[in-house]
């Protein structure tokens, strides 16, 4: 794999994840992303991999919240993009997966990293995952697939938003989440897709938001879409697939992002992650893809009193030739510098034999 990126990342994780829990999830995440990579990868692997995964949680809260809130929000994002991409791929694939694992991880993660800036992301996320999991799935396909496509997609929309909220919650809860899935998937299938795309799309977005306790909405929207697609796609496949799973998440994350082609990390983390493991898998795939792409888009938007109002401009070129059969040869270099506060409790038990060429 050959790469090239640009851009630069901070980041702040709290998270809580129980395999064998309940509980509930939270996400807050605002920003956006940029960047600009183009490579080759070329590969060989067989492997196998055994885990087994259970989890449940039960929890019991009490708690009182009186809250009184007032905000606004003004955003203006501005973008095109226009796209146009030729792509081959033909693979070969054979796999064996079954899977049970059990386990905790609670952990705080806060971070920075600058690959040289080409892009901004701003999130915060908080949550918690429980997850119990058993699964088999057994794959064999053979395909190709050769692509073009040019498009184009105009967009307009206006609106606006004013609340403002208080108020007051006491609450005493008591609960037990357990999630369960049974599933099975068998299919063999021949097939031919011929498609050809263009696609155009522009955006523009400001916005203003006041939360008050009453609230006025008014939404204008505009938009074209242009598309033409070309293609060919050749597709045998068998495989089987049987899962069972339970599982919770809650998390927090609040971070930062922004990229561009050399830069350094700075982390900061602090957890705990408890895991057993069992399961199997085997895999032997071989395939080659070739992928050519070009991109703009814009976009304008005006709604809740946000307007919106942007492009997004995007080229690629690519070559992907991968054959696996479980062996791996890695070369490396960059720089990264790295803070890591955090505990880590691991108890697995399985095997994995993994051969790969790269």
Same mark, same amino acid.
Do not use: A
């Given at each position: 794999?050959?790469?090239?990126?640009?851009?630069?990342?901070?980041?702040?994780?709290?998270?809580?994840?129980?395999?064998?829990?309940?509980?509930?999830?939270?996400?807050?995440?605002?920003?956006?992303?940029?960047?600009?990579?183009?490579?080759?990868?070329?590969?060989?692997?067989?492997?196998?991999?055994?885990?087994?995964?259970?989890?449940?949680?039960?929890?019991?809260?009490?708690?009182?919240?009186?809250?009184? +809130?007032?905000?606004?929000?003004?955003?203006?994002?501005?973008?095109?993009?226009?796209?146009?991409?030729?792509?081959?791929?033909?693979?070969?694939?054979? #796999?064996?997966? /079954?899977?049970?694992?059990?386990?905790?991880? %609670?952990?705080?993660?806060?971070?920075?990293?600058?690959?040289?800036?080409?892009?901004?992301?701003?999130?915060?996320?908080?949550?918690?995952?429980?997850?119990?999991?058993?699964?088999?799935?057994?794959?064999?396909?053979?395909?190709?697939? %050769?692509?073009?496509?040019?498009?184009?997609? +105009? &967009?307009?929309?206006?609106?606006?938003? /004013?609340?403002?909220?208080?108020? +007051?919650?006491?609450?005493?809860?008591?609960?037990?989440?357990?999630?369960?899935?049974?599933?099975?998937?068998?299919?063999?299938?021949?097939?031919?897709?011929?498609?050809?795309?263009?696609?155009?799309?522009?955006?523009?977005?400001?916005?203003?938001?006041?939360?008050?306790?009453?609230?006025?909405?008014?939404?204008?929207?505009? #938009?074209?879409?242009?598309?033409?697609?070309?293609?060919?796609?050749?597709?045998? /496949? @068998?495989?089987?697939?049987? &899962?069972?799973?339970?599982?919770?998440?809650?998390?927090?994350?609040?971070?930062?992002?922004?990229?561009?082609?050399?830069?350094?990390? /700075?982390?900061?983390?602090?957890?705990?992650?408890?895991?057993?493991?069992?399961?199997?898998?085997?895999?032997?795939?071989?395939?080659?893809?070739?992928?050519?792409?070009? #991109?703009?888009?814009?976009?304008?938007?005006?709604?809740? +009193?946000?307007?919106?109002?942007?492009?997004?401009?995007?080229?690629?070129?690519?070559?992907?030739?991968?054959?696996?059969?479980?062996?791996?040869?890695?070369?490396?270099?960059?720089?990264?510098?790295?803070?890591?506060?955090?505990?880590?409790?691991?108890?697995? @038990?399985?095997?994995?034999?993994?051969?790969?060429?790269?």
């Amino acid at each position: 794999m050959s790469l090239k990126s640009e851009g630069s990342m901070s980041l702040k994780l709290e998270g809580y994840m129980s395999l064998k829990s309940e509980g509930s999830m939270s996400l807050k995440l605002d920003g956006s992303m940029s960047l600009k990579l183009d490579g080759s990868m070329s590969l060989k692997l067989e492997g196998y991999m055994s885990l087994k995964l259970e989890g449940s949680m039960s929890l019991k809260s009490e708690g009182y919240m009186s809250l009184k +809130s007032e905000g606004y929000m003004s955003l203006k994002l501005e973008g095109s993009m226009s796209l146009k991409s030729e792509g081959y791929m033909s693979l070969k694939s054979e #796999g064996y997966m /079954s899977l049970k694992s059990e386990g905790y991880m %609670s952990l705080k993660l806060e971070g920075y990293m600058s690959l040289k800036s080409e892009g901004y992301m701003s999130f915060k996320l908080e949550g918690s995952m429980s997850l119990k999991l058993e699964g088999y799935m057994s794959l064999k396909s053979e395909g190709y697939m %050769s692509l073009k496509s040019e498009g184009y997609m +105009s &967009l307009k929309s206006e609106g606006y938003m /004013s609340l403002k909220l208080e108020g +007051s919650m006491s609450l005493k809860s008591e609960g037990y989440m357990s999630l369960k899935s049974e599933g099975y998937m068998s299919l063999k299938s021949d097939g031919y897709m011929s498609l050809k795309s263009e696609g155009y799309m522009s955006l523009k977005l400001e916005g203003y938001m006041s939360l008050k306790s009453e609230g006025y909405m008014s939404l204008k929207l505009e #938009g074209s879409m242009s598309l033409k697609s070309e293609g060919y796609m050749s597709l045998k /496949s @068998e495989g089987y697939m049987s &899962l069972k799973s339970e599982g919770y998440m809650s998390l927090k994350l609040e971070g930062y992002m922004s990229l561009k082609s050399d830069g350094s990390m /700075s982390l900061k983390s602090d957890g705990y992650m408890s895991l057993k493991s069992e399961g199997y898998m085997s895999l032997k795939l071989e395939g080659y893809m070739s992928l050519k792409s070009e #991109g703009y888009m814009s976009l304008k938007l005006d709604y809740m +009193s946000l307007k919106l109002d942007g492009s997004m401009s995007l080229k690629s070129e690519g070559y992907m030739s991968l054959k696996l059969e479980g062996y791996m040869s890695l070369k490396s270099e960059g720089y990264m510098s790295l803070k890591l506060e955090g505990y880590m409790s691991l108890k697995s @038990e399985g095997y994995v034999s993994l051969k790969l060429e790269g």
